[in-house]
């Protein structure tokens, strides 16, 4: 006799997202995030539960592990978590797990906008007034151009134009251009 859709273990099923997700070829980083969330939800069922049945994905059960999260951790990492656990509420439902979405009456928290400021230039000075060359120049890319870190690191010496870097694995997975100035070049 076949299992019933909701009675499959939440172990299994979110196994399958994962799957599902890097034969997508989702970002690792994203995967880790899906990932996080979901284990932190299920841990948050408590016990040997916490791995017993898909059923256990609902609405109140999220609103619980919200609740618990938004006393140990930020405003924006809760949106975070609960957007990962969305995703795989969404997907249950068009993969034929449920047959709606469970999660579709869970509303995101709200967080306040993360506005980073933009360093000063006495900042700017004392990155480089440092003696080591590679931070010097690090320094002025990213001051120069706003790359994240990331991109960065990612940079091969192709990659560096007269004029622009190409940035092979930006936000996305995608690959950009950026132009760099004068500032960046200065000894």
Known sequence: MR????????????????????????????????????????ASLGGERASDVLADLEPGAVRAWVEALQRTRRPTSVRTAVRGLKVLGHWVAREGYAGADPLATVR??????????????????????????VLRVASALI????????????????????GFLRIRLAKGGRERLVPYGAAATRD
Do not use: N
Request: with cysteine; hydrophobic share 40%; aromatic share 8%.
């Open 3 to 42: 299992e019933h859709p909701r009675k499959r273990s939440f172990d299994r099923v979110a196994e399958a997202f994962f799957a599902d997700g890097r034969a997508r070829a989702l970002s690792p980083r994203t995967l880790e995030q899906y990932e996080w969330s979901i284990r932190s939800f299920r």
């Open 108 to 133: 995101l928290p709200k967080a306040p906008p993360a506005v980073i400021g933009p360093l000063s230039g006495d900042q700017v000075a004392v990155l480089m007034a440092a003696g080591f060359p």
């Open 143 to 162: 001051a120069d151009t706003g790359i994240r870190a990331s991109e960065l690191c990612g940079l091969a010496i192709d990659d560096v134009r007269e």
